[in-house]
C-alpha cells in the first residue's frame, strides 16, 4: 500500500486542525496518519473521503468504520484497525538519552518494577519503552489518556501478547521492538482475531519512498 501524506484525503475540519501546528514536521505527521487511516478504512474498490470525528475524550473515530488509533513520534507514525472492537496503539522513538532508572517509581506498577530494577543498565531503556508503549496503547484503546494512573497498570512485561485486568476484557501486544530505535505495541479486545497495522518512517516518507509496514496480524490463541 503505497503511502504519501495527502491533504485531499483531509477533510476541511482536518485541514484546519492541521495547518495549527507550528512546526512543519508535526503537520507532517499528523497528515499522513490520517492519509494511512483513509486507506485502511475506504473500500479500495470505491475509495471515498471518510469523515473522521473527535469524541468528548479527543479520540478520533469514523461514523460507521472499525475502530482504528494513531501514534506519532518523531520520524514513525504508527496506526491500527481492529474490525471488532477497542484499539489503541503507541510508537516511542528511543531517546537520546537512555531512560532513567528514576521514571519507573513514577509510572510503573509493582510488578513491572521489580523486572525493570532487576534489568542491567544496558537493556533498561528498552524495556521500560515497551513498559511505557504497552501502557499507553491500554490507555488510548480505552479512551483515557494520560487521565488514569499508568502505576495501577499491569503490562505483564514477561508475557507475549498477555491478558490485560481493565474495565473492558483486552490484550497488548509488542509490533515493533528495537532499543535503538523505537518501540510500539498495541492494545485490543481480547476476542480479537485480526488487526491491520502501519508502520512508517516519516523521514523515508518524505523522500517519496514507502518506507514502513503495512500487514495484517492473525493473532495467536485462533486456530
Known amino acids: 500500500m503505497p503511502t504519501l501524506a495527502d491533504d485531499k484525503k483531509l477533510s476541511q475540519a482536518e485541514r484546519r486542525r492541521a495547518d495549527a501546528f507550528r512546526r512543519a514536521e508535526d503537520r507532517s505527521n499528523f497528515v499522513l496518519g490520517r492519509t494511512v487511516i483513509q486507506e485502511l478504512l475506504s473500500p479500495p474498490e470505491a475509495p471515498q473521503l471518510l469523515p473522521v470525528l473527535m469524541q468528548a475524550n479527543q479520540k478520533p473515530y469514523v461514523q460507521g468504520a472499525p475502530h482504528f488509533s494513531l501514534s506519532h ?19 516511542e522513538i528511543a531517546p537520546s538519552v537512555p531512560h532513567s532508572r528514576d521514571l519507573a517509581t513514577t509510572v510503573a506498577h509493582p510488578f513491572e518494577r521489580d523486572m525493570l530494577d532487576a ?8 524495556l521500560f519503552s515497551r513498559c511505557w508503549t504497552r501502557k499507553e496503547a491500554v490507555f488510548k484503546a480505552m479512551g483515557l489518556g494520560l487521565t488514569a494512573d ?27 521492538e528495537d532499543g535503538t530505535q ?17 508502520l512508517i518512517n516519516v523521514a523515508a516518507e518524505r523522500e517519496s519512498k514507502y518506507a514502513g509496514v503495512v500487514g495484517t496480524i492473525q493473532l495467536p490463541w485462533i486456530s
Not at 534489568?119 to 528498552?126: E, G, I, K, V
Not at 499508568?150 to 515493533?176: G, K, N, Q, Y
Open 119 to 126: 534489568c542491567p543498565d544496558t537493556a533498561f531503556s528498552a
Open 150 to 176: 499508568p502505576r495501577a497498570l499491569d503490562t505483564r512485561l514477561h508475557e507475549w501478547c498477555p491478558p490485560i485486568e481493565c474495565a473492558s476484557p483486552m490484550r497488548v501486544v509488542d509490533i515493533f
Open 182 to 198: 523505537a518501540s510500539a505495541a498495541v492494545a485490543f479486545c481480547a476476542e480479537t482475531e485480526v488487526l491491520n497495522i502501519a
Open 73 to 91: 513520534s518523531g520520524a514513525c507514525v504508527a496506526a491500527a484497525v481492529s474490525p471488532t472492537g477497542l484499539i489503541g496503539v503507541d510508537i
